[in-house]
């Protein structure tokens, strides 16, 4: 985290970030699946020690994904809003995002902005480049805490922030959803993701293959 000084504010700028806010005992859920899957066929008498996740790689490599429906966990994602603008474009998923119109970031004297990765990996050979956009968001604290100052309500005053500025949005979707996230925002199935996406999708797909087996394995990132 890294606070700058300008105008009337103390920004902060942090790194993007995620949450898996759920245990996710993959044993279990490969458990839970097969027998909801077993239910269709009627072999419940079929399990066995080992045999879910033989069943659940099945199903996976079939596409019969409706199973995977009946597991879901949910992700608490530290971002800009630009990408979880993204994110709310799930239909299938809910959510629960920090508002600026209730939020009243004046009562802290500050807001907080996620620094763009490809403005950070340029800092050393093109500062212009970051220091504009320093500058471009301490431009629009000032101007935020100006209009809080003068009267204006948090949801007036956030017309000046800017994309940049920190959310915290929660993500719960079932596995399916989860795979269709990360086939869009990780693997890039429709067109290469938006890289501020890619910052937290890859890790969080990497983390989730370790927790859930089976599941996931068939989405390889580059």
Not at 26 to 40: F, P, Q, S, T
Not at 90 to 109: D, K, L, P
Not at 154 to 161: C, F, G, H, N
Request: aromatic share 8%.
């Amino acid at each position: 985290m890294v606070r700058v000084m300008g105008g009337k504010g103390k920004m902060k700028i942090i790194n993007a970030g995620f949450e898996i806010m759920d245990p996710l005992n993959g044993e279990k859920i490969l458990r839970k699946i097969e027998r909801v899957a077993r239910v269709c066929y009627k072999s419940e008498d079929k399990i066995t020690t080992g045999s879910a996740e033989k069943m659940v790689r099945a199903l996976v490599k079939r596409g019969h994904e409706a199973m995977l429906e009946h597991f879901s966990f949910s992700v608490k994602f530290t971002v800009d809003r630009g990408v979880s603008h993204e994110l709310v474009r799930h239909r299938i998923a809910s959510f629960a995002q920090e508002s600026t119109r209730y939020c009243n970031y004046g009562h802290e004297g500050e807001i907080s902005v996620i620094e763009p990765f490809y403005f950070k990996e340029c800092r050393d050979k093109e500062p212009w480049k970051y220091n504009a956009w320093v500058e471009a968001c301490c431009k629009a604290e000032d101007r935020y805490l100006c209009l809080l100052e003068w009267g204006a309500s948090p949801q007036e005053a956030r017309a000046v922030l800017p994309n940049s500025l920190k959310t915290e949005i929660v993500v719960t979707a079932n596995l399916r959803e989860w795979r269709n996230i990360f086939k869009l925002r990780a693997v890039g199935v429709t067109g290469k993701p938006h890289p501020q996406m890619l910052e937290v999708m890859v890790p969080l797909l990497e983390e989730v293959k370790k927790q859930i087996p089976v599941v996931f394995d068939d989405l390889v990132t580059e």
